[in-house]
Nanobody, 127 residues
Framework: QVQLVVSGGGLVQAGGSLRLSCAACGGTISNYAMGWFRQAPGKEREFVVVIGWSGARTYYADFVKGRFTNSRDNAKNTVYLQMNTLKPEDTAVYYC????????????????????WGQGTQVTVSS
């Protein structure tokens, strides 16, 4: 059973940066596509980005393109989300999740594809 532990959230001013980490234990994530989602108060959980099992491909939601960078280190069983130029509307709880890697890249916005979920970390961006 893979467990995902998310860390790195916090409070930052608009324009600032944060780096989230998602560390896996209890199993390897090297064969999984790894996604990030976020959920703001009163809103549904939404897709942010997914990275393929090798790290060669990433798919970003339009609202983070050019600002967020997703990467992974399979040797460390960890995925990272570098968030730059943060905006108040980025305020949310951020989750990482693991999904089987055989789906089409454009399908990974679908939450039900993900097998394992981390506990989430709060990111708050002040204006």
């Amino acid at each position: 059973q893979v467990q995902l532990v998310v860390s790195g959230g916090g409070l930052v001013q608009a324009g600032g940066s944060l780096r989230l980490s998602c560390a896996a234990c209890g199993g390897t994530i090297s064969n999984y596509a790894m996604g990030w989602f976020r959920q703001a108060p009163g809103k549904e959980r939404e897709f942010v980005v997914v990275i393929g099992w090798s790290g060669a491909r990433t798919y970003y939601a339009d609202f983070v393109k050019g600002r967020f960078t997703n990467s992974r280190d399979n040797a460390k069983n960890t995925v990272y989300l570098q968030m730059n130029t943060l905006k108040p509307e980025d305020t949310a709880v951020y989750y990482c999740a693991a999904a089987p890697s055989h789906y089409s890249g454009n399908d990974y916005y679908k939450k039900y594809l993900y097998t394992y979920w981390g506990q989430g970390t709060q990111v708050t961006v002040s204006s």
